[in-house]
């Protein structure tokens, strides 16, 4: 037979076996990836039956094609492992993995070594074969999973954190794992044993050039991205092209890791891609990367299996054997990671705590599956392994997979079920039953709305009706049977719903086009960490996690920094702006959710609890207002433009509702429908684009405001405005510090500070036409007391060398300097604060 027809008919032939293998597994209550390696090995040993046999029509040619395949290691290194890399990282959800990073990191890297190591020594001491071909088997079998680990624990409805835990494992340790058996293949086939520093270096290399390669990979394709948006075949289609390309950029061609590299791009795609990537399309993306990860873990797991048999049928008892020492040595290897190395790390404050059930369930749930199969093929076709080594690590490994596959994997549900970890908490059922009776209870009205609406018979509708009038009470009868849930749980409960809602808010009014991509990825992004907060520590942990979303960020603090000591505008100004748009979509929100608690969730939770969620949102709405109060008072105008802006888009998505339903009622044909969408599309790009926000430091203006300056004649004036330079502060900014040496003084053009004068119970508070910082120039010693900004502050700096000079030249104004500094130094009476001048606190 032609070549190509062999691989057509026995991949086909594979994808149907294949399709029937999901609800097979579902039905059999076996994990998928079990039932797929059983399978496999099935096959290979029907092929090796029949691939002697002819004549036996399409079927025969199947089989006779399956033993026909030349399926190369390179092949299915190239071919599926970025599909399946790819598709498995794009799920993690990036800040969960951060959460945990410890203990992901510890399991993913150090354990891969620990187990390469403690089986590696292990066989060299009862096997007879060097210890370099032995650390190579154990680096094979170091490797968990992903397909296996993470199909398993999704199947079993494992706690969620359970399930990121393995999964971000089991993702990271395949690049540790093969990074460290590509290093110890060159070792043996090269047989330069190179030192266990250089070793150790080149794997650092090889792991973060790869780490480098992807994530740049990453950011490109993200940027890319933007040309076709909304085009969602090509946003697909981009990102296969890039799990491709990047595999093959880090692998062939910079010869680093091509699968750390694949893994993260696809981290970067799925954390900030998501929002670069239109949002219908992430759907959509998201069916096709599941459904290519299908078939390449599917294919893989096949035709590495079809030789499997071959194995078995040559395994001596002592290999068996030997299999054992690997069983023992891995598992012993993982099980001191986890309950020797993990609580270290949580006493040292690296890590979350893991409980010991959670622990039980990763030792035993390390599965090894399609990789340490691919690797086994690696160095089975490598020519330079000599054939006993070959033999040794294909038969050691594949026991060892098949041992964790069929052992393991069909264990692990009752282990789980065992140890309780597939029921849900007490709080949990609770949650589950709130949320079924919020749910229910909404679509009981609504059925009953849209009976009345279709004119539906009574009696058809009155069934529906209390169809869910009894699923309701059903679960009213459950809720009364639940333990009483105390009121710190009920708030808990219902802030869960609320910041889940804010969440979800967020990223809808970001899908409506209201808010832009960037107000929408910081925002989920601190809600999901608030989430966090909640369901480890209730209201306290809601209060704590809604400070960032009122805090200056690092970010704008930098900005905030490079405008005060190199003058530059711009970051800040940006930074800004960006603050302007967060606090108002936090504001929408928030009011939204007032809404909601006191409607809806009222309902459910009772009103006492709904009392108490509304008064912790309405705390909340309060500050927003504060701090966008804040910004408004110093840049009225910006406020005008942005709101202008959000106004425009609800105005605009209106526009293009109204258009459709024209279209629908067949008012105005598809033509002038796109013509019209091509219009409301142009006018978005426009009103997409952020305002810019003008710092407003226009120096003459900002001189004017200061009365010390006001007599100078207007030509002195002129030069003076050139020596000084206009600064802004933020609220709650130290503008100087007590002890610091003293190079400029402040004239306040806009805004108030406090001076945190020692020895007096109040600050004192200075407003606009004051100035501060001029004891230290007069005599020479450092700052005698804190001063920071309490609202926006625009100043105006003069330098020491400036002040001298100035002061020199017009003794009135040095007067009038010495004369303020005098009557400060006094200790009493305090000079009062200008009500006029100092403005109010804000922040
Ligand atoms: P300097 O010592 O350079 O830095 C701290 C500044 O706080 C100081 O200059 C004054 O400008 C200001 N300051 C110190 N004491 C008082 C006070 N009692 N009232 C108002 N401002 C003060």
């Not at 993690?92 to 990073?101: F, I, T």
């Not at 023992?328 to 890590?351: D, H, I, K, M, T």
């Not at 800040?572 to 009011?591: I, K, N, W, Y």
């Not at 300097?817 to 804000?842: C, F, H, K, L, N």
Request: hydrophobic share 50%; net charge neutral.
């Amino acid at each position: 037979m032609h070549e190509i027809v062999i691989y057509v008919l026995g991949v086909s032939g594979l994808l149907a076996v294949v399709s029937f293998l999901p609800p097979l597994a579902a039905h059999f209550r076996v994990p998928f990836t079990v039932l797929l390696a059983g399978v496999g090995v099935l096959l290979g040993a029907v092929v090796q039956g029949f691939a002697s046999v002819q004549g036996m029509g399409p079927i025969g040619d199947f089989f006779a094609s399956l033993a026909g395949f030349d399926v190369s290691a390179e092949v299915l290194l190239y071919t599926f492992l970025p599909v399946l890399l790819f598709e498995t990282a794009l799920t993690v959800d990036v800040r969960r993995l951060m959460d945990d990073v410890g203990p992901i990191l510890l399991l993913a890297v150090v354990a891969v070594f620990v187990c390469t190591f403690a089986v590696g020594y292990a066989l060299s001491l009862v096997s007879g074969f060097s210890l370099v071909a032995c650390l190579l088997l154990g680096s094979i079998v170091a490797t968990t999973d992903p397909a296996a680990v993470v199909g398993i624990f999704r199947d079993l409805g494992a706690p969620r954190r359970l399930t990121m835990l393995v999964e971000g494992e089991s993702l990271l340790n395949d690049a540790a794992a093969i990074s460290l058996f590509t290093l110890l293949l060159g070792m043996l086939t090269r047989k330069a044993d190179g030192g266990v520093a250089e070793a150790a270096l080149a794997f650092l290399e090889n792991f973060g050039g790869g780490l480098l390669v992807g994530y740049l990979c990453g950011r490109v394709a993200c940027v890319l991205v933007t040309p076709v948006r909304d085009q969602p075949m090509a946003e697909i289609t981009l990102t296969v092209a890039l799990a491709y390309l990047t595999y093959m950029l880090a692998e062939h061609y910079l010869g680093v890791s091509g699968v750390v590299a694949v893994v993260a791009s696809a981290l970067v795609v799925g954390s900030i891609g998501r929002t670069r990537i239109s949002p219908a399309t992430w759907d959509a993306l998201e069916h096709v990367w599941k459904q290519l990860g299908f078939w390449a873990n599917s294919l893989i797991f096949l035709l590495t299996a079809l030789v499997v048999p071959k194995v078995f049928a040559q395994l001596s008892v002592a290999e068996v054997g030997l299999a054992a020492v690997v069983v023992v040595a891995a598992l012993a290897a993982r099980g001191a990671v986890l309950f020797g190395l993990l609580p270290v790390l949580s006493a040292a404050g690296l890590a979350q705590k893991v409980s010991h059930s959670y622990k039980a369930v990763m030792l035993w749930g390390g599965l090894r599956g399609a990789v340490s199969l691919t690797l086994v093929l690696v160095v089975s076709e490598n020519d330079r392994v000599p054939d006993r080594v070959q033999a040794f690590v294909a038969a050691l490994a594949t026991c060892f997979v098949f041992f964790t596959l069929f052992v393991n994997g069909t264990t692990l549900r009752h282990l789980i079920r065992l140890l309780g970890l597939d029921k849900l908490t007490p709080v949990e059922r609770a949650m589950r039953n709130r949320a079924l009776a919020l749910s229910l209870g909404g679509v009981q009205e609504k059925a009953a709305e849209l009976a009345r609406h279709y004119e539906i018979e009574r009696a058809a509708a009155d069934a529906l009706i209390t169809h869910y009038a009894e699923r309701l009470s059903h679960i009213d009868l459950e809720r009364e049977a639940e333990r009483p849930l105390s009121a710190a749980e009920r708030v808990t409960i219902g802030l869960v719903i609320l910041v889940n809602r804010e969440e979800e808010l967020y990223f809808h009014h970001f899908k409506e086009g209201i808010s832009s991509r960037h107000v929408a990825e910081l925002l989920t992004g601190r809600t999901a960490r608030m989430l966090d907060a909640v369901k480890t520590q209730g209201r306290d942990g809601y209060r704590a996690a809604e400070e960032p979303f009122m805090a200056f960020t690092g970010w704008m603090r930098l900005a905030s920094w490079l405008h005060r000591r190199f003058g530059i505008t711009k970051p800040l100004a940006r930074r800004l702006s960006m603050r302007f748009e967060v606090l108002v979509a936090v504001r929408l929100v928030l009011r939204e959710l007032i809404t909601f608690t006191q409607g809806r969730l009222a309902d459910v939770l009772g009103t006492e609890t709904s009392c108490e969620l509304e008064g912790l949102l309405t705390v909340r709405l309060q500050r927003t207002e504060q701090a966008l109060g804040a910004l408004k008072l110093q840049y009225p105008d910006y406020a005008i433009v942005l709101q202008n802006q959000y106004l425009g888009r609800a105005a605009l998505r209106l526009e293009e509702a109204d258009y459709r339903t024209l279209h629908a009622e067949s008012i105005i044909s598809q033509e002038v429908l796109s013509d019209l969408q091509r219009d409301v599309e142009l006018r978005r790009r426009i009103l997409e684009k952020p305002p810019q926000l003008d710092l407003k430091l226009n120096l003459p203006e900002m001189v004017r405001r200061v009365p010390i300056f006001a007599s100078v004649p207007p030509d002195r004036l002129a030069r003076i405005v050139k020596l000084l330079k206009p600064r802004l502060f933020l609220p709650g900014e130290t503008v100087v510090r007590k002890g610091e040496h003293g190079d400029c003084m402040f004239f306040i053009a806009s805004g108030a500070v406090e001076v945190i004068v020692p020895g007096l119970s109040e600050p004192v508070k200075l407003g606009t036409g004051d100035f501060f910082g001029e004891m230290a120039l007069l005599s020479r010693r450092p700052r005698n007391a804190d001063v920071r900004a309490l609202g926006y502050c625009q100043m105006l700096v003069l330098h020491e060398r400036v002040f001298r000079r100035l002061v020199g030249r017009d003794p009135d104004l040095r007067q009038h300097i010495e004369a303020v500094a005098d009557a400060r130094r006094q200790p009493a009476p305090q000079p009062e604060p200008d009500t006029e001048q100092a403005a109010p606190a804000t922040t």
